[in-house]
């Protein structure tokens, strides 16, 4: 019974996972390099994909032109827009954090402030701020897991049908019972956490999009800075929503007062609902429909584990570990 359990798909499935676990633990120093790779692959070969349905060219001269355009854009983006943006961001955390140390005259927004820190949102903005800061001055190593991470990405697209005919031959190694239980998980987490990771960040982008329009009508200032938080913010599911909603209260009442409170509360529920009922069933799958009190579990404790990650990459990983499991979401009604 005992070799019938050890011999088994299921165990053999479970203690592969154990390991992989194990190494991705072991090499948590380059966890960021093997997150934006993964990512940069990812979106690029999907992409890549979209542009030769539609254009019927070389598939390695569309990978050339289409990190050329990519790079380009973000280099120019780089050198125009990176110290307005810091500068941007500097005076908006100056003016969060004026308003917030000083006493208002208004009793009803003493006493969400006050509760706003017993629930402690005001450490996850220190945080995330803080994450900002550090970055922007660690510019140099951010740039060269960058660099890193869009040349692995590079090389594993030109060669990519090199590369699986190259990895397939394992299939009939000596560890061929390994290879076949890493490419179940392998192709497991493309089509869960690669999809649920792309239709964050569309979801983020419209987010950030509409919001942004909605403040630039209400004459907002550091508008540059608001749409990078509003975005990077956006990538959180369901939290990122009430997070980003604290620091717009905020700034909306010391440049117009209760009503631009109002309009920005109404225009943020007006953009979530676009976000809930338009964009969410469009994008996301069915497995992905969460409850919120898993969201918020699953965030708490991805957050505690991976820090800032672990609030963007929660959600995908633990809907590919119910996609693993067969977790399905579907109910009788």
Known sequence: MINKILQSTGFKRILIFVLVGIVLYLMRDMINLILLTFIFTFLMDRLVQFIERKIPLNRKLIVVVSYACIVGLLSYALVMYLPII??????????????YTAKQDNVMLNYVVEKIEKIQISNYLEQGFTFLLKYFKDISNVSLQLLLAILLSLFFLLE??????????FRTSKISSIYVEIEFFARKFADTFGKVIEAQLIIALVNCILTTISLWILHFPQLGGLSIMIFLLGLIPVAGVII???PLVVIGYSIGGIMTVI??????????????????????????NLP????????????????IWGLIVGIPVFVFILDVLEVTNSRAD
């Not at 810091?86 to 308003?99: M, R």
């Open 263 to 288: 309009y920005v509360v109404i225009a943020i529920v007006i953009v979530h609902g676009i976000e809930t009922y338009i964009l969410n069933p469009n994008l996301m799958s069915s497995k992905t």
């Open 244 to 246: 980003s909603l604290v």
């Open 160 to 169: 990519k049908p090199r590369l699986i005919d190259f990895t397939r031959k």
């Open 86 to 99: 810091v500068s941007e961001i500097t005076a908006l955390i100056k003016q969060l954090t004026a308003f």
């Open 292 to 307: 919120v009190f898993y969201t918020f579990i699953v965030l708490i404790f991805s957050e505690h584990f991976f820090g």
